[in-house]
């Protein structure tokens, strides 16, 4: 089992690992490609400050803790010959430190399996911890992330896990011109179904907000094309498009939408 540095850190107790102070904050908030490399070096400089750990962990240096390979306590992999006479306890050469055909004893028998307990136990307790750790150091370094930007590009990863991956959407995102790809990719590629259709409304517009940005204004019929294919997994989908037919303002189409989904 590979045993990470940093993680060793946390187990030693050596560190003291928040980012729950309010007054840690990384100013003025990522709001796309205008502020990136300012708010990157701000970010990195801030968690740096903390520990060293949410640095790498945003650059992929270090990873999630791999499950241990624990020993084997077959008594057939562990002792691969004749286990069946070495188990026979009526022998009382197995009482010696060897039989008569020098194969293991009983009492060797019980220290090696012991001994693989242990080691098994110690894996296990060590892989616990450093899961333990990273879990915690993860979550608080996803929730920290998603303070640090703004409504629009907070809902680039509102639905990733991974602190490194949701940092690598970003960079992706916003520190190359071809931006507006990713940007419309993800505006047009939005879905919603379900409940909470004002907080979807909300995400709606700041990724429309995103892409104009770079485009300028969207026409009506653009925005409404592309917010009908949002909510098309909902299952009264088609009730609702033949509503929304005679709708020809965008603000209250999405306002329909929620009225419409309130009442189902």
């Known amino acids: 089992m590979k045993e990470s540095p940093y993680l060793l850190q946390f187990t030693q107790g050596t560190v003291s690992l ?40 945003l650059r992929g240096e270090v990873e ?68 333990f750790f990273w879990t915690f150091a993860s979550e608080s370094l996803m929730s920290f992330l998603s303070s640090c930007c703004d ?46 259709a004002p907080g979807f409304i909300q995400l709606f517009l700041g990724a429309k907000w995103a892409v104009e940005q770079e485009i300028g204004a969207l026409s009506p019929i653009v925005e409404s094309s592309v917010f009908i294919v949002a909510v098309s997994d909902n299952p009264w989908y088609e009730a609702f498009v033949q509503n929304s037919n005679p709708v020809t303002d965008v603000a209250s189409l999405r306002k329909m939408y929620c009225d419409f989904q309130l009442n189902q």
């Not at 928040?18 to 970010?43: A, E, F, M, Y």
């Not at 026979?88 to 060897?98: D, K, M, Y």
């Not at 194969?103 to 693989?116: M, S």
């Open 18 to 57: 928040s980012l729950s102070d309010p007054q840690l904050v990384v100013s003025p908030k990522l709001l796309g490609r205008i502020n990136w490399h300012s708010w990157k070096t701000d970010l990195f400089d801030t968690l740096d400050m903390q520990h060293g750990v949410f640095v790498a962990i």
């Open 151 to 196: 409504e629009t590009t907070k809902g680039l990863f509102q639905n990733i896990n991974s602190p490194h991956l949701a940092f690598k959407t970003l960079e992706a995102e916003y520190s190359s011109p071809s931006c507006i790809i990713q940007r419309w990719k993800y505006f047009s590629e939005m879905r919603h179904r379900g409940s909470d």
């Open 64 to 131: 999630s803790p791999v499950p241990p390979t624990f020993l084997p306590t077959d008594p057939t992999t562990v002792f691969p010959r004749s286990v069946e006479d070495r188990m026979t306890v009526g022998r009382a050469s197995h009482f010696a430190e060897r039989d008569h055909q020098g194969r293991p004893a009983l009492k060797e028998l019980i220290d090696k399996f012991q001994e693989i307990d242990t080691e098994n136990q110690r894996r296990k307790q060590l892989y616990d911890t450093e899961n």
